[in-house]
Each structure stands twice: as structure tokens, then as C-alpha cells.
């Protein structure tokens, strides 16, 4: 997650780091997104969000963390009306 020879860019290693920390192995957390400009997306347990929130904030700045939910219904197939 580090482009060879760019020490001063490891942002998703760092965020990488701090997932493994606050989640202290609950829920889960990968790189999403293409190359070295992707994200970490973090599935956290309901009753740790806000705190997970703040703290990774305090690292990274204030907006670096969006909480997003998942429908209670999950996955839904569409269908295109003929």
C-alpha cells in the first residue's frame, strides 16, 4: 500500500494501522478502491462507531471518516420494466 521509493506517502498503511488498532479485533477492514489512491473501508461493530469515528479523526483530521450503513433488507436485485 506503499508506491516503492514515496515514504512520505503511506496514508492507507497508517489508516491500515489505526483500523487494527481501535477495532483490537473486532469487525474487519481492507484497502477498497484501485492503486495507491483507494481507501480503507471498515465494518464496525454498531456500539463502536462513534468512538472508532473520533479516534481515527484524531489522526487523520476531522471528515477523514464517513460512518455509512447498509439497508436492513441488504442486497436487492432490480429489475428493468419491459
Not at 38 to 43: E, I, L, P, S
Not at 59 to 73: D, E, N
Request: glycine content about 14%; charged content about 20%; some cysteine.
Amino acid at each position: 500500500v506503499i508506491p516503492a521509493g514515496y515514504k512520505q506517502h503511506q496514508d492507507v498503511a497508517v489508516a491500515l494501522a489505526l483500523c487494527e488498532h481501535y477495532l483490537q479485533g473486532k469487525g474487519a477492514y481492507r484497502v477498497h478502491g484501485g492503486g495507491f489512491a483507494g481507501t480503507v473501508q471498515a465494518w464496525v461493530p454498531t456500539d463502536m462507531a462513534e468512538s472508532f469515528r473520533e479516534n481515527v479523526e484524531k489522526t487523520l483530521g476531522k471528515g477523514a471518516c464517513h460512518i455509512l450503513s447498509v439497508r436492513s433488507q441488504g442486497g436487492v436485485e432490480m429489475q428493468e420494466n419491459c
